[in-house]
Nanobody, 118 residues
Framework: QVQLVESGGGLVQPGGSLRLSCAASRSIFSLYVIGWYRQAPGKQRELVAHIIYGGSTNYADSVKGRFTMSRDNAKNTVYLQMNSLEPEDTAVYYC????????????WGQGTQVTVSS
C-alpha cells in the first residue's frame, strides 16, 4: 500500500508558476514509478511527468521545457515545478505511484486543482 498526499494547487495567472508536492507514505526508493497526471473537465486523464525506478524522468510533450519534476528522498516527496503556465494547463493534478513494474502505478492521491486564468 502507498498513500499519496498532494498539495500546492491554486489559482495563478497565465505565465505564472506553481509548485505541487506529493508526499508518499513509503520510501521513494521502494517505488517502481512515481509521477503526476492531470485531468481537465471533459477530457481523459493524461500523464504529465513521471520518474521510473533507476532515475529516468519522462515528460508529456505539452509540458517539456516548462515543467520540472524533482524528488527529495529524505522526505519521501516529489515535486512538480510548473512555470510559464497556460490556461490549457488548468486541471486536477493527481500524484500516482506504483510498486509493480508498470508505467502507471496502482495508487493515486486525492488530486489538487490548478486553475490558470486572468
Amino acid at each position: 500500500q502507498v498513500q499519496l498526499v498532494e498539495s500546492g494547487g491554486g489559482l495563478v495567472q497565465p505565465g505564472g508558476s506553481l509548485r505541487l508536492s506529493c508526499a508518499a507514505s513509503r520510501s521513494i526508493f521502494s517505488l517502481y514509478v512515481i509521477g503526476w497526471y492531470r485531468q481537465a473537465p471533459g477530457k481523459q486523464r493524461e500523464l504529465v511527468a513521471h520518474i521510473i525506478y533507476g532515475g529516468s524522468t519522462n515528460y508529456a510533450d505539452s509540458v517539456k521545457g516548462r515543467f520540472t519534476m524533482s524528488r527529495d528522498n529524505a522526505k519521501n516527496t516529489v515535486y512538480l515545478q510548473m512555470n510559464s503556465l497556460e490556461p490549457e494547463d488548468t486541471a486536477v493534478y493527481y500524484c500516482n505511484a506504483g510498486i509493480m513494474p508498470t508505467m502507471t502505478g496502482a495508487y493515486w492521491g486525492q488530486g489538487t486543482q490548478v486553475t490558470v486564468s486572468s
